[in-house]
């Protein structure tokens, strides 16, 4: 896991280093109050490690006298390694950034297979774009377009449960898209670009709305009640609230039955949407199982019909 000869250091050392490396990966820069406020050491023993840093990876770092913080230096390389599991918990719930070595399970554990993990370095240039607040020049693979050029202007990163996008803006379109990581090639940050109002997260008006689903058991269900025990349901429906920006992810992915009528058949429907309104204005309904914006009654046919299309489109942010 190590290069140059860091194993002969202490444990504790050794993790506050792989702090510095990953903050430096994937946030771009990195600081002594880092350190001091993760570890509770004192400024001293801070500039200590960024200097053991500094001998172990010389190439690796700039240092910035004006806002005193350390960037990672344009050839920067990775001092220690780590898993896609690993980086994306940590950027996407603030847990395991400090965690050095390998990950193995308390008890026996399996999960489900991802295909399509993606690629540490494209995940590095990403978060550091989000992390900063810089204007990404991709190239992005479409299904509907193939592969064009683009600016984008990313915000966040989302976890669909079946692929990890960007969400960001995108001049060519002018509007907010999700695009899937593993489809972007050929990142070039555009440090000294400008971007205007319309194109930060405060102007993402599907990100900043918050849309509540009130879910309940399917009424076709010969046990709701195991339903309800389940999901911790109280009075018989669980109220969650999410982005409008993920609700036709979310509600793809736990197969709630959207139509106005349940009408939609099959044992992977537990869960009924009873407040279908709520869904008004939100983008990716494409992706909602059943629901039809035009229609308050699905008949069981277009139903399946419209379930097809969101099969195929799952995950299609294009």
């Not at 995940?123 to 992005?140: E, F, K, M, N, T």
Request: hydrophobic residues 35%; charged residues 25%.
């Amino acid at each position: 896991m190590l290069r140059n000869g860091l194993k002969d250091i202490s444990q504790a050392q050794r993790e506050r280093l792989f702090h510095i490396d990953f903050k430096l990966r994937f946030l771009g820069e990195v600081s002594r109050a880092d350190l001091v406020n993760r570890f509770g050491i004192k400024a001293a023993a801070a500039t200590r490690d960024l200097s053991l840093y500094k001998e172990a990876a010389p190439g690796n770092l700039e240092y910035d006298t004006k806002a005193k913080i350390y960037n990672a230096a344009t050839g920067y390389s990775p001092l220690f390694t780590c898993s896609q599991n690993q980086a994306l918990s940590a950027l996407s719930q603030g847990l395991g950034d400090d965690y050095l070595g390998t990950h193995q399970a308390l008890i026996p554990t399996d999960t489900p297979t991802q295909l399509n993990l993606p690629h540490l370095d494209k995940i590095s240039a990403v978060s550091r774009a989000v992390y900063r607040g810089i204007p990404l020049q991709i190239d992005y693979r479409s299904l509907s377009s193939g592969v064009t050029q683009r600016e984008i202007v990313p915000h966040a990163l989302v976890d669909n449960g079946l692929r990890w996008h960007v969400r960001a803006y995108d001049r060519l379109r002018d509007k907010f898209s999700d695009f899937v990581i593993n489809r972007i090639s050929d990142v070039c940050p555009l440090v000294d670009a400008k971007f205007g109002s319309k194109e930060t997260k405060d102007a993402d008006i599907q990100w900043n709305r918050i849309v509540e689903m009130h879910l309940v058991p399917h009424p076709k269900l010969t046990h709701p009640e195991t339903i309800e025990y389940e999901y911790g349901m109280q009075g018989g429906h669980l109220s969650v609230q999410v982005r409008a920006a993920v609700a036709g992810y979310v509600l793809r992915r736990w197969n709630v039955d959207c139509s106005a009528e349940h009408s939609l058949e099959g044992p992977e429907y537990h869960l009924w949407l009873s407040n279908q309104p709520t869904l008004y204005g939100v983008e990716n309904l494409n992706l909602a199982p059943g629901y039809d914006s035009s229609a308050t009654n699905l008949s069981a046919g277009r139903a399946r019909r419209t379930m097809g299309k969101t099969t195929r489109d799952w995950g299609d942010v294009e």
